[in-house]
């Protein structure tokens, strides 16, 4: 890509942030009051984000798809314009929890393109790492809490149907509670794995350039997290709740799993 199409898909992908911490906010319940604000800097970050995708085309006289960041970047793109036209007609803003979190990890994955000087100290390099390190497994500890929640629920809703409950469940939350808890821990865990993701993303970059997008174990790791957005999205916007959510938390479990498999060669690298 050339130097300016990059500078434009960077500044793309810092207004994309912007969706990216309104979706977050929704998820942890607490409010929506930045959907309007993402909603504008959504829409600017598809303006630099189509004037890069112009300026590389006039660059090399065809559709920028040489490569997976420059397909990334135009997928990205298709899907932002695909949002917008569906939220005009329908006012579909449910579906910015699962568009603005995608939109923005594409885009963030095309931009990191262009190499970039290694790391000014090896103190720095194992940090950032930390950093990545501890986001994830606070992830994954929220995930296990929502497991273990969604498996006490569904042993209590089995027992309610059967009009049994046994002396061991009474000490047991009831299932309203286990169900907001597995709401809220849900949402801490791809609060957390989502920082992960983005902080991996940018440490894998400086650390092996463009090498680090056709690593099968990263691959895995980002193929995760698409299917855990799309967990969240049904349990947030699709309104599954009760048994359905409780299913998912554990999908999520194993799915993070996977995750962890895919992080694993990345802890080794402090020792190194």
């Known amino acids: 890509m050339g130097e300016s199409s990059i500078i434009w898909l960077r500044v ?7 969706g990216l911490l309104d979706a977050i906010i929704i998820v942890l319940r607490r409010r929506d009051q930045l959907f309007r604000a993402a909603l504008v800097a959504f829409g600017l970050g598809a303006l630099f984000q189509l004037v890069s995708l112009v300026e590389q085309s006039l660059l090399q006289h065809n559709l920028p798809v040489n490569d997976i960041f420059e397909t990334t970047s135009l997928c990205a793109f298709v899907v ?93 939350p ?61 349990r947030v916007s699709a309104g599954w709740r009760g048994r359905k959510a409780a299913i998912l938390a554990i999908i999520a479990l194993f799915c993070s799993a996977v995750t962890w498999v895919a992080h694993a060669h990345l802890q080794g690298g402090l020792m190194q």
Do not use: C
């Open 80 to 172: 932002t314009v695909s949002f917008f036209l569906v939220y005009w007609r329908y006012k579909a803003e449910s579906l910015s929890v699962f568009v603005f979190p995608l939109v923005f990890v594409l885009t963030l994955i095309a931009s990191l393109r262009n190499p970039v000087s290694g790391w000014p100290s090896e103190t720095v390099r194992n940090v950032w790492l930390s950093v990545h390190i501890v986001l994830i497994l606070l992830g994954y500890a929220a995930l296990l809490f929502t497991a273990v929640a969604a498996t006490v629920y569904l042993i209590q809703e089995r027992e309610l149907k059967k009009k049994r409950i046994r002396t061991m469940y009474r000490i047991l």
């Open 174 to 234: 009831p299932i309203g509670t286990l169900d907001e808890l597995i709401s809220k821990s849900l949402g801490a865990g791809f609060t957390f794995i989502t920082a992960g993701i983005i902080v991996g993303s940018v440490w894998a970059f400086v650390e092996y350039g463009t090498r680090w997008i056709g690593d099968t174990r990263i691959t895995i790791s980002f193929i995760t997290w698409a299917i855990y957005l799309a967990l969240v999205y049904l």
């Open 12 to 18: 793309a992908t810092g207004l994309y942030s912007l």
